[in-house]
Structures are given as structure tokens and as C-alpha cells.
């Protein structure tokens, strides 16, 4: 397949000089630099072609014929979660597993059932940063990773006792491992070690939710008749991917509001609801920096050459800072339309749990925050903490009020 097939076909530029620790600090220079050389960059470094722009980005998720999910040389995932979950297939087998949990993940099932439970949880860890207290208050610490969490368990039908920061441990460890690809022992030791004992709660769960099925996301992929191992490979890539975002989102948002006081009060005032801050911080700051790919074949893509079976990197974050669709892409601004941008994917892997982490943060968690703290802020005598590109998000968030 070739696409913008009357630009000169030639091999991608070479980004020799890329440096995976500087990405970990701050990736979004790199990602400019990237964008400045073209849409398909070659890193070799990582052992990557990376998509930078958001055209050659979108079309690659809507042509999964020639970029595939499916790979046996880009395993990290699999290795990460010990399995190969639903995220790295192509359909048919894609479809048959996604379709098992949509029906708990539509926006009327997320209202009617999860709503309820999401708002508890809130009110929950509301009272423990309180507790906690404005000298001592982390929100990634005391609020936005156990209230993720909780949400988590729930939707999962985890038994009511699992531990919040267990679930946390669990979903850092498998997104650690998901990014490893520095090929960090102790990561990979970490991650065997949740594994071990996610599928401990999987032996007494799995067998008691064939006996009384219920809402979750776990029973769904039962009730479909899918093998043990997939069912598993399936419930630790929620674990992975379903705290991240939310968890993330809430520290974020938090943080670039705190950075924009006119903006904040616009959103106080309600000239800017909730759900637009939500879609444009996602863009802003994308908690999923790269999806995987691989080429089935040689593929002349965007005037590049990339070679067949050749590991590539879709940008999610780069293309969501590229200027020919988001003007001044590198400002926040929640009186932008957001929409289009990639910060939950594009095509049939488009998360699935999208409107979830909306409702659990942009309807719940964010507008009680501020009502319960009016005068919450940033806590600039004690150091904010970033981590991470492939994913990416706060991990320290002091705040006072």
C-alpha cells in the first residue's frame, strides 16, 4: 500500500541522536524535533520507525491490514503481563475479545452501573486527603491512584478486600514493563511478581464469577466462552491500561489548572465544563505516549520507505502537538475543540474504557475535588515529579489548600 503516492519515495530520516532518558524527563522537544524531520522517522536507537504527525498517525490505525497489531519481535507487553491480550491482535480474534467487554464499558452502562459505584470511591479518598491533611496532602498519592484503583477493582469484580495500592503496584509494575524497552531486569522481576499474584485472585474469582456471573468486566469475558489464558492476558491488560489514564488524568488536569488560574476560573464560573478540560488535557498531555505496530509488509507511507516487519512506534502524543491540526498545539487551552485528538487512539483499537475514565474523572472526581477544596493548589515548596514517554504522568503532586 502507498500513501501520498505522487511525494518522492525515499528511506525516513535517521534520529541518531535520540535519547530514550532525556524522553523519560520531558519528551515533548523530542517530539518536536521529530515532527521538524518528517512524518515516518527511523530511530535505531529504540529499533523503531516512529509516526510523528497526526495524519500519518490516523491513517496507520485505520489500515491495520498493512500496520498490525500482532508481532513476535515486539513482545513487552506480552512478557509484561504474561500473555497476549486483546491490545495485540488483529481481528478477527481483536473483535471477538473487544466485543466481550463493550457492553460494561458503553455510556449508559457506565452511568447506570459504575457511576454509583465511582462517586463512593470518590467520596471515599475525598475524606482520606482531607485526613492527610494540606501540609502532607500528594493528590497522585492520597487521591487520584487509590480512587483509580478502587474504580478499577470495581469494574474488574476484584473481591471488595483487594488492597487499592496493591492494584496500584500491580498496574505501575505491567505498564513498566509494557514501556521496558531498555530491557530493564528489575523491571521485568517486578513484573513477574504481579503477575504471580494477580492470577492468585484469578483462581478463586474466575471459578466463582462461572457461578454467579455479574457486571464486570471479568464475568463478560467468561460469559463469551474465552480460554482461561485469555481471559487473564485480558483482565491484567485492563489492570495495565485501566488505572493509567484516569489516575493520570486527574494529577494532570489538577496541575495544568493550577498553571492557568484564568482558565480555572473559567471552569469554576461554568463557562467551561468539565468534559472540555477532560478531551483537552488528554491532548495536551497524553498519559499513552506510543502504540505498537508492525508493518506486514514493505510500505511506501507519507513519501517513506519502511522496511516489512519492521517495529513501529505510533506517536499518540507527538501527533496530539502537531500544529497542522491543533493551532498553537503547545499551549493548554480549554477553550479549544479538542476533538480529534489521539489520546485514547484511533480505529478499532480505540480504548475501550474511554468513557469510563471520562465519567470516573471529568464528571466525578475533578468538579467534587474542587467543591470539597475551593481553595486547592499546587504546593510549590515541595517538588512535582514527571516519569515516563511511552506512557507518561505525574507520580508526586504536592497540594495544599
Not at 515486539?74 to 486483546?86: F, H, K
Not at 516489512?308 to 497542522?324: K, M, Q, T, Y
Not at 466525578?364 to 474542587?370: G, I, N, S
Request: proline share 7%.
Amino acid at each position: 500500500m502507498t500513501e501520498a503516492a505522487d511525494v518522492g519515495v525515499a528511506d525516513p530520516p535517521v534520529a541518531d541522536w535520540f535519547d530514550p532518558h532525556a524522553m523519560m524527563r520531558d519528551p515533548y522537544p523530542t517530539y518536536e524535533r521529530l515532527r521538524a524531520l518528517g512524518p515516518v522517522v527511523h530511530v535505531p536507537r529504540i529499533g523503531r520507525y516512529l509516526l510523528t504527525t497526526h495524519a500519518a498517525v490516523t491513517a496507520a490505525e485505520q489500515h491495520p491490514e498493512s500496520f498490525s497489531s500482532y508481532s513476535e519481535t515486539n513482545l513487552t507487553m506480552m512478557r509484561a503481563i504474561g500473555g497476549r491480550p486483546m491490545l495485540r491482535k488483529d481481528d478477527p480474534d481483536h473483535g471477538v475479545e473487544r466485543g466481550a467487554i463493550n457492553p460494561t464499558l458503553r455510556p449508559r452502562q457506565v452511568t447506570d452501573m459504575w457511576s454509583p459505584a465511582f462517586a463512593k470511591n470518590v467520596e471515599t479518598w475525598l475524606d482520606h486527603l482531607e485526613q492527610v491533611g494540606p501540609d502532607d496532602a500528594d493528590l497522585n498519592r492520597d487521591f487520584a491512584a487509590p480512587v483509580a484503583s478502587k474504580n478499577l477493582i470495581d469494574i474488574l469484580g476484584f473481591p471488595e478486600d483487594t488492597d487499592v495500592r496493591s492494584m496500584q503496584r500491580w498496574s505501575t509494575d505491567f505498564i513498566a514493563g509494557t514501556g521496558n524497552i531498555l530491557d530493564d531486569p528489575e523491571i521485568w522481576a517486578r513484573c513477574e511478581v504481579s503477575q504471580a499474584q494477580v492470577d492468585a485472585v484469578l483462581e478463586d474469582l474466575l471459578p466463582a464469577l462461572r457461578r454467579r456471573p455479574d457486571a464486570s468486566i471479568t464475568s463478560h469475558l467468561l460469559e463469551v466462552g474465552l480460554p482461561d489464558p485469555v481471559v487473564r492476558a485480558n483482565v491484567l491488560l485492563t489492570i495495565s491500561g485501566g488505572m493509567n489514564e484516569p489516575q493520570h488524568m486527574i494529577s494532570n488536569i489538577v496541575w495544568a489548572l493550577d498553571a492557568h488560574p484564568d482558565q480555572l476560573a473559567s471552569v469554576r464560573s461554568g463557562d467551561v465544563d468539565w468534559g472540555a478540560v477532560f478531551e483537552e488535557a488528554v491532548r495536551w498531555v497524553s498519559p499513552i505516549g506510543m502504540l505498537p505496530r508492525e508493518t506486514v509488509e514493505e510500505i511506501e507511507w507519507f513519501g517513506a520507505r519502511i522496511p516489512a516487519r519492521a517495529n513501529v512506534g505510533l506517536l499518540l502524543a507527538c501527533a496530539n502537538r502537531d500544529e497542522s491540526v491543533f493551532a498553537d498545539a503547545d499551549r493548554f487551552d480549554v477553550n479549544r475543540n479538542a476533538r480529534g485528538h489521539l489520546g485514547f487512539g484511533n480505529g478499532v483499537h480505540m480504548c475501550a474504557g474511554r468513557w469510563a475514565a471520562k465519567a470516573a474523572v471529568g464528571e466525578l472526581a475533578l468538579p467534587r475535588l474542587f467543591e470539597r477544596f475551593p481553595k486547592l493548589r499546587v504546593d510549590q515548596e515541595r517538588e512535582t515529579t514527571w516519569d515516563g514517554w511511552v506512557f507518561r504522568g505525574i507520580t508526586a503532586l504536592p497540594v495544599t489548600w
